[in-house]
């Protein structure tokens, strides 16, 4: 089991730059390394949406059609952290960001959320 902790959301004008931080806290006798991890978001009246996922070693990166270019997705194994660094913010970027872990190609584990608020 892991139990995930988002943070670094906030308010910032459209055009700027945010990094979201994710903090995993891995059960006893697991390693941050056994799972893989994502990025999601969710706006208010819309459906969950990917925003962005990396695998166990950070090579591996895939991002959702509409942050592609503008978010980069990164982790830390020896901190266990991961991070989500966002460029060129628009305002349909406000959302709701959600970290999520997943083990067995399923997401299992959520954090409870940061906000980001994107105005013009």
């Known amino acids: 089991q892991v139990q995930l902790v988002e943070s670094g959301g906030g308010l910032v004008q459209a055009g700027g730059s945010l990094t979201l931080s994710c903090a995993a806290s891995?059960?006893?006798?697991?390693?941050?390394?056994?799972?893989?991890l994502g990025w999601f978001r969710q706006a208010p009246g819309k459906e969950r949406e990917f925003v962005a996922a990396?695998?166990?070693?950070?090579?591996?990166?895939a991002y959702g059609d509409s942050v592609k270019g503008r978010f980069t997705m990164t982790r830390d194994n020896t901190k266990n952290m991961v991070y989500l660094k966002m460029n060129s913010l628009k305002t349909e970027d406000t959302a709701v960001y959600y970290c999520?872990?997943?083990?067995?190609?399923?997401?299992?584990?959520w954090g409870q959320g940061t906000q980001v608020t994107v105005f013009s």
């Open positions: 891995v059960a006893s006798g697991g390693t941050f390394t056994s799972y893989g």
């Open positions: 990396i695998g166990w070693s950070g090579d591996d990166t």
């Open positions: 999520a872990a997943e083990e067995v190609g399923r997401y299992d584990y």
